[in-house]
């Protein structure tokens, strides 16, 4: 696909080169800044000024001012001319000859500075001298097959190298230590530092005529067969792809990032990026293409063109109007060494931008997508093709000049539904990425809201974790947005986020009550209790606890029930004040005392006696019903029993009190253990209630956490109770054998065998006597092992003295006390085992001194 890069722009007209002599013919053209050098076939140079100008219209044009000129005498043409302005010379071939000209006069150099028998040169524009005042040439000499290398200074040229080559050359080019050399049947790259050379390809001399033009640093141009341009580097081998030129090229020059060919009929210019073919210009009678630091000259015989090349961002900008994305941004990144690093920053990100926009428009969101994120592009220019979604007090304005040509959304997609939705959910995507992100950085509240209205909208499943989780929407722009598409919930907590707490409840609670439509959570009854629950607002909560408890009380008692146990003593809920409260709430009270009781374990009297007193009461109303649920009135009896058994901190007389006229005598029977009034309680259980399961279990819960003592206490209480002679029946004697012989270990067995009825056979009693026998003997047999091991440790210790007493302990008067220093004065002593002897009073002291530090550091330890 073709863009225009360049412009034909004529620099010297054939009047003002010729005038009227119709023989002259353009040679060769050399340009150092502003100085266009021409040499001739009659041996004249001709020296012009350019100066280039832009017309209104924006294009180039140049002015040229002629300058003196100069006969060189030798009747030749001037083949080629090389500027040296560093040394204000200009390096001409006439005739063979090498020569040296004063670049503003066009003087010749007096003799020595010149060199014979050349066919052609070449100047080294990567020098190895490093001196800055001469030049390096290389020159291919008549002489078969030689090559010479030369440095040039003002007045003088000095020989450096001469190689011999296996063909005579006939094209060369030089950078650094490398030459590109021409044969007449291949190229080849020979380093003349070294003498290695590589051979390139082949390529027919007879067929067309050779070039090789340096590209750059070690690389270099060639025309190769089959009408190819190739590249090659110094080390043999092609870096980038050959471009197409016609069979019969005449010449090439380069323009970074272009290669530019001349044929018979046509310029053509192909980007060294791609390699693809930019830009053809007709041109007949073309005679010589060069480029001179960025100049790219034309000539014919008689005629001098300037091919211009058109600024880098029209040419960008015109390959972004025909939406060539990727030549765009090829032609962008090629062209980086040229452009100042800041400039092409500015640069390359507005390309990118673009780009994004122009696949954004034909609805290839991925790759849209990854230009925005490459180009750092403020989301806000996205966000603005999108009515109504930037927020209101948003002072957004797009860039200038625009980036795109779509006035909005429907602009973009000419109404079409489908496409409006798949531009909305790409937003999404995007918004949703960036919005943690730098580029999300000083329009937060822009992408927020702007997301927020995108999920209300297209009812997103992502609205709630936006609304819920930090964010920077704007509240006065979101309100009436959720309110448009009925997004209560999310409004609720919209405002929770904003620590409007009480609005947002008041707005899920017309949810509740059906003044407002939203099925966004069917469990919303649920979650304002939560909310609730962990709200610190104490007033909040009360304000909404009476409509939450009308709501349901099992559910809305959660609000004091689950509130956290670590919260602060300035937000915490007073126990005192919550049950006074709920004392119109006959369920929820009775929760929120299990709560405090049962699941708190809050070890205070007036709870436990409540919540006794509220289980009691609960029973009773049930039992009176004419209609109750049996089920409904175990599962109450259970609990009150229950808790009657776990606790011990109701006051058991007052409950008592409450129990007795009633038909509770299991619970009578509870509460007479509580009261240690045993014989009661068994007396209801045995002969009452008959139930001596019941019995069993009670002398087992009420002995819990109690010695041995006081649970055969209680074993021996019920057993005298069955074999009570007064009320002696055949129930209560089986009752009493099964009593023995489950429970046989706590029982003393010399004392039933005392109280039990000499009637009764031995296999009636057989379980039991065998657990008595077993246990009397393992008792018997634990008290040997225990006198055994007594004797043991008594020999030890005895052993021990001996080999104390068995040792000598020289005592003198001159022999001192290890603690007081002191000697001893009579017998008496205390021996230490390490053998150091001491006063008897100082042992004492000593030891009641350890004793004191000792209980010292535990009272430390305990305070």
């Known amino acids: 696909m073709s863009i225009k890069a360049f412009e034909l722009c004529l620099a010297v007209e054939r009047d003002l080169l010729m005038g009227d002599k119709a023989r002259i013919n353009i040679e060769c053209i050399e340009c150092c800044g502003k100085n266009l050098y021409i040499g001739t076939n009659d041996c004249f140079i001709f020296h012009f000024l350019l100066e280039e100008k832009s017309l209104a219209n924006g294009k180039q044009t140049f002015s040229v001012q002629r300058q003196p000129h100069k006969y060189l005498g030798l009747k030749k043409p001037v083949n080629e001319l090389k500027a040296a302005s560093a040394l204000n010379r200009l390096i001409v071939l006439c005739d063979n000859t090498i020569m040296l000209v004063n670049m503003l006069s066009l003087d010749l150099i007096p003799s020595g500075s010149k060199i014979k028998g050349v066919v052609t040169f070449t100047v080294n524009e990567n020098p190895v001298s490093g001196d800055p005042f001469c030049v390096e040439i290389c020159v291919i000499s008549i002489k078969k097959r030689t090559i010479q290398i030369y440095m040039v200074y003002e007045d003088k040229v000095q020989i450096v190298k001469e190689l011999s080559t296996p063909e005579q050359p006939s094209a060369v080019s030089l950078d650094g230590y490398f030459l590109c050399l021409a044969f007449t049947t291949q190229y080849i790259i020979l380093n003349y530092n070294t003498g290695t050379s590589q051979d390139l390809f082949p390529y027919d001399s007879e067929e067309k005529k050779p070039i090789v033009k340096r590209v750059g640093r070690e690389e270099f141009l060639l025309a190769g067969p089959g009408g190819l341009g190739m590249f090659a580097t110094a080390a043999g081998v092609s870096q980038r792809a050959p471009v197409h030129w016609s069979e019969n090229v005449i010449g090439a020059a380069v323009c970074y990032p272009y290669v530019l060919a001349l044929d018979d009929g046509f310029v053509t210019i192909h980007s060294m990026l791609d390699q693809q073919l930019k830009q053809t210009l007709s041109f007949r009678d073309g005679h010589i293409l060069q480029d001179f630091e960025g100049k790219v000259i034309l000539a014919t015989t008689k005629e001098v063109y300037m091919l211009v090349p058109l600024p880098l961002e029209r040419q960008i900008q015109d390959l972004l109007a025909s939406q060539r994305v990727e030549e765009a941004i090829v032609l962008a990144e090629g062209a980086r060494r040229t452009i100042p690093k800041d400039k092409f920053q500015v640069l390359h990100r507005r390309i990118l931008q673009q780009s994004g926009f122009i696949l954004f428009g034909q609805l290839q969101f991925l790759e849209a997508k990854e230009y925005f994120r490459k180009g750092h592009l403020d989301v806000r220019e996205?966000?603005?093709?999108?009515?109504?979604?930037?927020?209101?007090?948003?002072?957004?304005?797009?860039?200038?000049?625009?980036?795109?040509?779509?006035?909005?959304?429907?602009?973009?997609?000419?109404?079409?539904?489908?496409?409006?939705?798949?531009?909305?959910?790409?937003?999404?995507?995007?918004?949703?990425?960036?919005?943690?992100?730098?580029?999300?950085?000083?329009?937060?509240?822009?992408?927020?809201?702007?997301?927020?209205?995108?999920?209300?909208?297209?009812?997103?499943?992502?609205?709630?974790?936006?609304?819920?989780?930090?964010?920077?929407?704007?509240?006065?722009?979101?309100?009436?947005?959720?309110?448009?598409?009925?997004?209560?919930?999310?409004?609720?907590?919209?405002?929770?986020?904003?620590?409007?707490?009480?609005?947002?409840?008041?707005?899920?609670?017309?949810?509740?009550?059906?003044?407002?439509?939203?099925?966004?959570?069917?469990?919303?009854?649920?979650?304002?209790?939560?909310?609730?629950?962990?709200?610190?607002?104490?007033?909040?909560?009360?304000?909404?606890?009476?409509?939450?408890?009308?709501?349901?009380?099992?559910?809305?008692?959660?609000?004091?029930?689950?509130?956290?146990?670590?919260?602060?003593?300035?937000?915490?809920?007073?126990?005192?004040?919550?049950?006074?409260?709920?004392?119109?709430?006959?369920?929820?009270?009775?929760?929120?005392?299990?709560?405090?009781?049962?699941?708190?374990?809050?070890?205070?009297?007036?709870?436990?006696?409540?919540?006794?007193?509220?289980?009691?009461?609960?029973?009773?109303?049930?039992?009176?019903?004419?209609?109750?649920?049996?089920?409904?009135?175990?599962?109450?009896?259970?609990?009150?029993?229950?808790?009657?058994?776990?606790?011990?901190?109701?006051?058991?007389?007052?409950?008592?009190?409450?129990?007795?006229?009633?038909?509770?005598?299991?619970?009578?029977?509870?509460?007479?253990?509580?009261?240690?009034?045993?014989?009661?309680?068994?007396?209801?259980?045995?002969?009452?209630?008959k139930d001596f399961k019941a019995a069993e279990d009670y002398c087992i819960w009420n002995s819990?956490?109690?010695?041995?003592?006081?649970?055969?206490?209680?074993?021996?209480?019920?057993?005298?109770?069955?074999?009570?002679?007064?009320?002696?029946?055949?129930?209560?004697?089986?009752?009493?054998?099964?009593?023995?012989?489950?429970?046989?270990?706590?029982?003393?067995?010399?004392?039933?065998?005392?109280?039990?009825?000499?009637?009764?056979?031995?296999?009636?009693?057989?379980?039991?006597?065998?657990?008595?026998?077993?246990?009397?003997?393992?008792?018997?047999?634990?008290?040997?092992?225990?006198?055994?091991?007594?004797?043991?440790?008594?020999?030890?210790?005895?052993?021990?003295?001996?080999?104390?007493?068995?040792?000598?302990?020289?005592?003198?008067?001159?022999?001192?006390?290890?603690?007081?220093?002191?000697?001893?004065?009579?017998?008496?002593?205390?021996?230490?085992?390490?053998?150091?002897?001491?006063?008897?009073?100082?042992?004492?002291?000593?030891?009641?001194?350890?004793?004191?530090?000792?209980?010292?550091?535990?009272?430390?330890?305990?305070?």
């Open 382 to 689: 996205l966000i603005s093709l999108y009515p109504l979604l930037l927020p209101s007090t948003s002072t957004f304005t797009r860039c200038h000049p625009p980036l795109h040509a779509f006035a909005d959304l429907n602009h973009l997609t000419q109404g079409d539904h489908n496409k409006i939705i798949k531009c909305k959910q790409f937003l999404i995507s995007y918004l949703n990425e960036v919005r943690t992100t730098d580029v999300a950085n000083g329009c937060k509240e822009d992408v927020d809201t702007a997301l927020l209205k995108l999920y209300a909208e297209t009812g997103h499943e992502s609205l709630l974790d936006l609304v819920a989780s930090e964010n920077s929407c704007l509240l006065v722009d979101c309100v009436p947005w959720l309110e448009k598409y009925h997004k209560y919930f999310a409004l609720g907590l919209l405002y929770h986020y904003n620590r409007q707490d009480d609005t947002a409840i008041q707005i899920w609670i017309k949810i509740v009550n059906r003044d407002l439509q939203d099925n966004t959570r069917a469990d919303l009854f649920e979650y304002i209790v939560d909310f609730l629950s962990f709200c610190s607002n104490q007033e909040l909560v009360w304000k909404y606890a009476d409509w939450v408890l009308q709501q349901n009380e099992k559910i809305g008692v959660h609000i004091f029930t689950r509130r956290p146990v670590n919260e602060d003593k300035g937000v915490k809920l007073n126990p005192d004040v919550v049950i006074k409260y709920l004392h119109k709430y006959p369920q929820a009270i009775v929760f929120y005392l299990e709560h405090l009781v049962l699941d708190r374990n809050i070890q205070k009297e007036a709870f436990h006696t409540h919540l006794a007193v509220l289980y009691l009461e609960r029973f009773l109303d049930l039992y009176s019903q004419k209609k109750h649920s049996s089920d409904e009135l175990s599962y109450v009896r259970g609990k009150l029993r229950t808790f009657l058994q776990q606790s011990s901190l109701y006051r058991v007389h007052f409950i008592l009190g409450k129990i007795k006229d009633t038909q509770l005598d299991l619970e009578c029977a509870i509460l007479y253990g509580k009261l240690e009034e045993h014989d009661k309680a068994m007396n209801i259980l045995v002969h009452q209630l």
């Open 704 to 863: 819990k956490d109690r010695d041995f003592s006081y649970r055969q206490k209680l074993f021996h209480m019920l057993l005298s109770t069955y074999m009570d002679p007064l009320l002696t029946s055949s129930e209560l004697s089986v009752a009493a054998v099964d009593l023995l012989n489950s429970h046989a270990e706590v029982f003393d067995a010399t004392w039933v065998l005392r109280l039990v009825p000499d009637n009764w056979s031995m296999q009636l009693l057989c379980p039991f006597l065998i657990e008595a026998m077993r246990k009397s003997m393992h008792s018997t047999r634990m008290s040997q092992v225990a006198l055994a091991l007594a004797h043991s440790e008594n020999l030890i210790y005895k052993h021990e003295k001996l080999k104390c007493q068995a040792e000598k302990v020289m005592l003198s008067e001159k022999k001192g006390c290890q603690l007081c220093h002191n000697t001893f004065n009579n017998p008496e002593f205390v021996w230490y085992s390490n053998g150091v002897p001491v006063h008897t009073h100082c042992a004492m002291k000593r030891n009641k001194n350890l004793t004191d530090m000792k209980h010292l550091r535990d009272a430390s330890n305990h305070t």
